[in-house]
Nanobody, 118 residues
Framework: QVQLVESGGGLVQAGGSLRLSCAGS????????MGWFRQAPGKERECVAA????????YYTDSVKGRFTISRDNAKNMVYLQMNSLKPEDSAVYYC???????????WGQGTQVTVSS
């Protein structure tokens, strides 16, 4: 069993930065690929960034590539999302999850709200 808790969301102006954190529990945390997903009102949940269990391979959706950075610290059971040059269209609830697929991921955090003002 894996439990995930996100933090670090908030209100920021366009062009600003936020760092999201996901704290995991469970002895098998380091064995999971991890992803950050977001969902805006009226839109489907999408994967914005993901990282392999080893931390050596990462993925970013095109809309955030070059602006967001995902990282993890398996010794601390933590995964992070550094978000720079934020845009209003980045506004959404951001979720941490085990795996890379909205359809098949087993565990999800409660979400943290990110709001970017113009």
């Amino acid at each position: 069993q894996v439990q995930l808790v996100e933090s670090g969301g908030g209100l920021v102006q366009a062009g600003g930065s936020l760092r999201l954190s996901c704290a995991g529990s469970g002895s098998t945390f380091s064995s999971y690929d991890m992803g950050w997903f977001r969902q805006a009102p009226g839109k489907e949940r999408e994967c914005v960034a993901a990282i392999r269990w080893s931390g050596k391979i990462t993925y970013y959706t095109d809309s955030v590539k070059g602006r967001f950075t995902i990282s993890r610290d398996n010794a601390k059971n933590m995964v992070y999302l550094q978000m720079n040059s934020l845009k209003p269209e980045d506004s959404a609830v951001y979720y941490c999850s085990t795996g890379l697929s909205v359809r098949t991921n087993l565990y999800w955090g409660q979400g943290t709200q990110v709001t970017v003002s113009s």
